[in-house]
């Protein structure tokens, strides 16, 4: 399905950099050295040379994938696995702020290569990364600085490694998960009602649903009440914020075994420098709040079929402008300029349209 806990990966070596300097600069380098590197999957060689995209020297973006690759076999499950979370990290050194963007699985985006209005997902199986990259530029105008992709064996090793994650389980989620094997082993499918702590194999399967109904026939929601795929990610972000702290509290010692354990399972195009400098600026930027967002935003989008958008493969995310229920992605992309470029994490974040504003005039 993904994960994405790629965003713990870079905060869990973000914490083991404050101890850094000459006394762990080899440990760190012989622990990043296990990360899977691919150079022709390199963001910086995609050409944008035809697309405007935003950026900034005090803002890094760092897109991170979460790729449903398994070891073992499912019917109909495609080997290589898809890009089934996608999240762009951002580290605003200008306004001392980290946030996560979520990019809905589903929404339907202009496919670069494809050249067909198909789900962001499906944008990987034209070009593999840089094409996702290419299709995120057009759609959403937006400069990434990297990528750091992971599955689902990261996910779970390392919510292991940190003795598991405490997360409150909805009845209608632990009745869906007994009777699914969004749980692969099943003696762990037996959840109860309530807060609980979860092994890294619960963890992910809670973290899969993403919609149906429960034995007895009720929507699967979560404990504030998202369905569908917002419920899904919303179950993501929790379990990255839940892994986060519980290793703000570990020893450094601990954290370079948690990374140790897991980032052989990673994939990214950054060097151990730029990892290195990266994590070392979120430690002197002295905040763990994460502030978040969602893409396409509510009430900017709607929901589309395979008989409207043929390319689609079933129910899809249409983003629209808010006004007009024509396809759109260019105001989900202002959305995500004003969220990534310009808020300051005071207050509430406040899309301000400028399509409403006018039209209330």
């Known amino acids: 399905m993904w994960k994405k806990i790629v965003m713990g990966v870079l905060l869990v070596l973000s914490a083991v950099a404050g101890f850094g300097v000459a006394k762990v600069q080899s440990t760190m380098d012989n622990t990043l050295n296990q990360i899977n590197r691919d150079k022709s999957s390199a963001l910086k060689d995609v050409d944008l040379s035809d697309i405007k995209v935003e950026s900034d020297n005090d803002i890094v973006n760092i897109l991170l994938i979460g790729n449903d690759k398994r070891t073992e076999k499912v019917s109909g499950f495609r080997s290589d696995g898809l890009t089934d979370a996608m999240m762009i990290a951002t580290m605003d050194k200008k306004h001392n702020t980290l946030k996560l963007t979520t990019l809905m699985r589903d929404t339907l985006v202009e496919v670069t290569k494809a050249e067909q209005i198909r789900k962001l997902n499906s944008a990987s199986n034209y070009g593999g990364i840089k094409n996702l990259y290419k299709t995120i530029a057009k759609n959403f105008n937006i400069k990434l600085d990297g990528y750091a992709m992971v599955d689902f064996n990261a996910f779970k090793d390392v919510v292991n490694a940190v003795g598991g994650v405490e997360v409150e389980v909805t009845d209608t989620e632990a009745r869906y998960l007994s009777c699914t094997n969004y ?53 993501q972000r929790t379990l990255i914020n839940a892994i986060f702290e519980k290793m703000k509290k570990l020893a450094w010692s601990e954290w370079i075994d948690i990374a140790n354990v897991a980032l052989a399972n990673v994939q990214t195009d950054l060097t151990n420098k730029e990892i290195m400098g990266y994590m070392y600026d979120v430690l002197t930027m002295g905040t763990t709040d994460i502030y978040q967002l969602q893409i396409p935003m509510n009430g900017y989008f709607r929901y589309g079929d395979k008989l409207e958008f043929p390319n689609s493969e079933g129910d899809s995310l249409v983003p629209t402008n808010g006004i007009s229920s024509t396809f759109d992605t260019s105001t989900n992309a202002k959305i995500m300029k004003q969220f990534v470029f310009k808020y300051d994490g005071k207050g509430k974040f406040e899309f301000k349209d400028p399509n409403k504003s006018s039209s209330a005039n």
């Open 183 to 235: 749980i692969r082993k099943k003696k762990n499918r037996h959840l109860k009602v309530g807060k609980q702590t979860l092994n890294g194999d619960q963890a992910l399967g809670w973290c899969r649903i993403r919609k149906g109904k429960d034995k007895i026939g009720e929507p699967v929601v979560t404990a504030n009440g998202l369905m569908d795929d917002y419920g899904r990610t919303w179950r």
